[in-house]
Each structure stands twice: as C-alpha cells, then as structure tokens.
C-alpha cells in the first residue's frame, strides 16, 4: 500500500512522525496516486473557501461596493494579519455601513508574529477583522446584505447563504452532504465533512469551471483570476498557500485549512490533490507536500527546490540552535 510519513528528527534520530492521506487524479478522474483513503470523510476547513466565496462574487456586491482584486481574493483566503491585509479589509468593512459585531468569526490576534507584536506594542487589541477568516466573513455578510436577509443570522446553517453555499459544495463534489456531517469551522461557519474523493471531484470540476466546462465559470474565473494575481492576498508573506502559488507563476491553485488540510490544483496539467495529515499536525504539511509534487514530478524539480527552500528549515530551539530537521518519504 502506498504511504506518506513525515519524519521530525533530533540529533538525527526519529523522535516524531506523521502520516498523511492523499490522493492525486488527473481531469478525467483516474488515480495517479493514494494512499487508499479515498473513502474517508474529513473536513476539508479553510481549503474550501473559494467554494464558500461563490455566493458573494454571485451577489452583485462587487460591483455595488466597487471591491477590488486583492478583496475578492482576501473573500477567500486564511490571511495571517498583516498590514496590508488589514488595510483592504478595513477598506471593504466600511463600505457595508455595519457594526463590527456584526462579524461573527470571533476575535484573535495577527498570526504574523510582527504584526501581532506591532499592535500590542501600539496598546491596541485585536478585533474581528484580525481574524483569519473575516475575509470569508465579509463575503458572506456582503452576500447577505444584497440579498437583503437577515445579517444576525448569516452563520445559521437554515440562512439563505448557507444553504446556498451547501448547494454548490453538492454540485462541485457531485455528492449529498449527509446531515451527521455538518459542523462548525473554528470561525463558527458552518462546515461539511465530504468523503476524500468527493474533495478531489469537487477540485475536478473547479477546474473544469475555470475552463468554461463546468457550471458558474464567469464568477470561478473572476475569484481564481483575483487570487492568482494576489497571492499574499489568499495567505501571506512565507505562507505555503501564497509561495506556492508564486513560485508555480500561477500555475498551480491551493489552499490549506486546519488540522493538516491541504488542497491544490495544476491549472496546466489537470491535476488535483488532496492530503489530510491524519494526527492534523500542521507542520508535516510543507514537507508532505513538497516530497508529492517532487516524487509525481507535478512541478519542475527547481521550482520544487525553490519552495522547498522558503518552506522547509532546520529544527531550531528558542536559543537558535540546530536540533533537527523535518523530511518526508513517499512510498
């Protein structure tokens, strides 16, 4: 059977592993690699937000509130609190004339450690809009708005967007979510577990609708076209989503989500994945993900090298010191 396991190491002796779910297929759906978890249900997070941005880019309120590229492309993204994330952010916020309750995605600091260090030096406190998510959440309450339904009850999993956002899940997976399956994202967001190759057929037919051979291809293109032309805006800076993006010069679409979630797309080559860290250790998924595209030759070896060199460091103690390294195998 094939198989994925990250190895941390100290003093080059294996203190740690995780192993990984995965599955790799082409346009038309045939298997080029599995690790045989293609019927396990997971929640595939933050990875599914272009999904979940649909019914935003659908609303109309991107042309009534005049948003631009780099806040279409933050309606999708995990983005990590800085400066200029905040700032379109804020932009975009002020637009919809609400309160900043409003935003239901709740209340954490910068995951950008100089951004989170910078505004409490300043004596401010974080708020919703440092949140990961308020980007998503701004395109939901965008929606909700045009619609003209009830903004306090945007997150019920009976509102209107919601229930719009399970339908197109359904549609790109070509599968009935199941009711035991739904639950709430760290957001509050309603979430969905969906069986790992229903992930990938979802993935299939995104890239189908980039290719205007699948449905909602106009507002695909729009949300696609925003995020590979802003990278930062999907992540942030040293972020695995934005530098590969990059690096691939836009060749490759993804996105990561919580507990070891990651999501990606060749746009060129017709090739999507999906891998699931099973133990949802976060930091096996840069190696994970480099020793796939590098051992299925997805992208060319110095591009994977290129990544590899922003993404994987030597394990270091809070002194500086070398004390180990991170490395995946592939089997």
């Known amino acids: ?53 649909i019914p935003f880019a659908s609303s109309g309120a991107i042309k009534k509130y005049s948003l631009n590229k780099k806040q279409i492309a933050l309606s999708c993204s995990s983005h990590i609190g800085e400066e200029f994330h905040l700032i379109e952010l804020s932009n975009w916020f002020k637009k919809l004339k609400i309160p900043l309750q409003s935003l239901k995605c709740g209340i954490h600091n910068p995951i950008n450690l100089a951004s989170s260090n910078k505004l409490l030096l300043s004596g401010s406190k974080p708020n919703q809009l440092h949140n990961n ?88 293109i729009n949300l696609m076209s925003a995020i ?13 989503d934005s530098d590969l993006i990059s690096i691939s010069n836009k060749k490759i679409f993804c996105k990561g989500g919580a507990e070891g979630i990651f999501l990606f ?24 993900l480099i020793a796939v595209l590098d051992k299925l030759k997805i992208l060319p070896s110095e591009r994977v090298q290129a990544l590899k060199r922003k993404q994987i460091a030597k394990i270091r103690n809070h002194a500086g ?11």
Do not use: W
């Open 321 to 331: 010191n070398i004390i180990g390294s991170i490395f995946t195998e592939l089997n």
């Open 1 to 53: 059977m094939s198989d994925i396991t990250t190895y941390l190491t100290r003093n080059n002796n294996i203190e740690s592993t995780h192993s990984i779910k995965c599955l790799i297929v082409n346009y038309s759906g045939k298997t080029i690699y599995s690790t045989n978890n293609d019927e396990d249900v997971i929640f595939p997070r933050s990875a599914i937000k272009i999904f979940q941005a």
């Open 133 to 220: 998510c308020s980007g998503k959440h701004l395109g939901m309450l965008s929606a909700t708005i045009m619609n003209k339904l009830d903004i306090k009850s945007y997150l019920d999993f009976t509102h209107p967007v919601q229930k719009d956002i399970r339908r197109k899940l359904e549609i790109f997976s070509e599968s009935k979510i199941k009711k035991n399956n739904f639950s709430l994202d760290g957001c509050s967001a309603p979430q969905y577990g969906l069986k790992i190759k229903d992930v990938a057929r979802a993935l299939i037919n995104l890239n189908k609708s980039i290719k205007n051979k699948f449905s909602y291809s106009d507002i695909i």
């Open 265 to 288: 797309v060749h746009l060129k080559n017709n090739i999507v994945g999906v891998l699931k860290v099973k133990d949802g250790n976060q930091r096996a998924l840069p190696s994970s």
């Open 228 to 240: 590979l032309n802003n990278p930062k805006y999907i992540g942030g800076t040293n972020n695995l």
